[in-house]
Nanobody
Framework: QLTLVESGGGLVQPGGSLRLSCTAS???????????VGWFRQAPGKEREGLSC????????NYADSVRGRFTMSKDNAKNTIYLQMDSLKPEDTAVYYC?????????????????????WGQGIQVTVSS
């Protein structure tokens, strides 16, 4: 049973940086390569927003317009961990951030959608951008 756990959140000043991590357990080493993975966030009173995704089997990395150029998503298959490097943070980036994953071996297109409806979710972690 796949379990996802986020870490690295906290309080940061505007213009600062944070790196979120999401570690997958319950799967074999390197198995994360066979999963499509994504990051989402939800601010108080707002709908959940898809931020980024990495397709399985070395496929595409895609970003929402709201974070493109400021956030960078990456994956370490050896550690079964995905990351979200967040730079030039703004107060409007304040939210609970979630990672998500689905098994998707042999993706023929190499494409992922940042709005994908995932099955597996982390518990979420708070990021607050404030002076």
């Amino acid at each position: 049973q796949l379990t996802l756990v986020e870490s690295g959140g906290g309080l940061v000043q505007p213009g600062g940086s944070l790196r979120l991590s999401c570690t997958a357990s319950g799967i074999e080493e390197f198995a994360l390569d066979f999963y499509v993975v994504g990051w989402f966030r939800q601010a108080p009173g707002k709908e959940r927003e898809g931020l980024s995704c990495i397709a399985s089997n070395g496929g595409d990395t895609n970003y929402a317009d709201s974070v493109r150029g400021r956030f960078t998503m990456s994956k370490d298959n050896a550690k079964n961990t995905i990351y979200l490097q967040m730079d030039s943070l703004k107060p409007e980036d304040t939210a609970v951030y979630y990672c998500a994953a689905d098994y998707f071996y042999g993706n023929p297109s190499g494409y992922c959608s940042v709005q994908r409806k995932y099955t597996h979710w982390g518990q979420g972690i708070q990021v607050t951008v404030s002076s």
